[in-house]
């Protein structure tokens, strides 16, 4: 499962929205990183189902799917 967190950090760093304003950074995170977190929530419920809930992943996979709106959030906010 290592090559997801690889993948997605790449994919969320070259998002290039340092310094650019607030309506610029929201389309382009609309644009493409609401596809990437999509395809990465699909992972996660594909994965939740394969794994003890008490072992690491499984803790952290639980994690993400309860805070999942937070997480969400900066793709609609363009100030964050």
């Given at each position: ?16 929205v340092r ?23 699909q992972w ?37």
């Amino acid at each position: 499962y290592k090559e997801v967190g690889a993948t997605a950090t790449y994919n969320f760093t070259s998002l290039h929205v340092r310094g650019k304003p607030p309506h610029e950074r929201k389309a382009i995170r609309q644009d493409k990183a609401k596809p990437i977190l999509a395809e990465f929530r699909q992972w996660i419920e594909q994965v939740q189902s394969k794994v003890l809930p008490s072992a690491g992943l499984g803790v952290a996979l639980a994690y993400t799917t309860n805070h999942w709106g937070g997480l969400t959030t900066y793709l609609d906010d363009g100030r964050l």
